[in-house]
């Protein structure tokens, strides 16, 4: 609420996320993955260097399958990630819950997802009323998420 306050005309996601992971603000440059019910792309993303990053993963609001659950939510977080935000859904939400990394979804479903490799990595991906840029920031807490061009900090 601060930095919203702060900076009033950036935008801020619709409130349509639920909190999943251990952390409750995380923060950092977006990555993106878009795909539909296929978690290839996710974790080849998760398994790059973090940096700090946060990995936006576009399901198109699929609630079919998981695309995340705790194998890869650790693989982020070995791998320096800050958090995720899944316009979709995850698994193994007790789990998550326990790990130092923020994830944000819309629910949790047991169903896995399919491994084809479907799907295009570090693109503009638009859901929940705003538009992830790669490289852009992301700011995210129990309030909500917000988006710069700029780092804020």
Request: aromatic share 6%; hydrophobic share 40%.
């Amino acid at each position: 609420t601060d930095l919203s306050d702060a900076y009033p005309d950036l935008p801020t996601a619709d409130p349509i996320f639920r909190d999943f992971g251990g952390t409750r603000s995380f923060f950092g440059q977006i990555e993106t993955v878009e795909t539909v019910d296929d978690n290839v792309l996710v974790r080849r993303a998760l398994e790059s260097e973090g940096q700090g990053r946060v990995l936006v993963i576009d399901n198109l609001a699929s609630l079919r399958t998981a695309l995340v659950g705790d194998i890869l939510a650790q693989i982020g977080i070995d791998n320096g990630w800050s958090g995720m935000v899944i316009n979709g859904c995850l698994r193994d939400a007790a789990e998550i819950a326990a790990l130092p990394i923020g994830v944000k979804a819309l629910a949790a479903v047991p169903r896995r997802s399919a491994k084809n490799g479907r799907g295009r990595r570090s693109v503009e991906v638009s859901f929940a009323g705003v538009t992830y840029v790669p490289g852009h920031w992301l700011y995210a807490d129990l309030d909500g998420i917000l988006l710069s061009p700029e780092k804020l900090h």
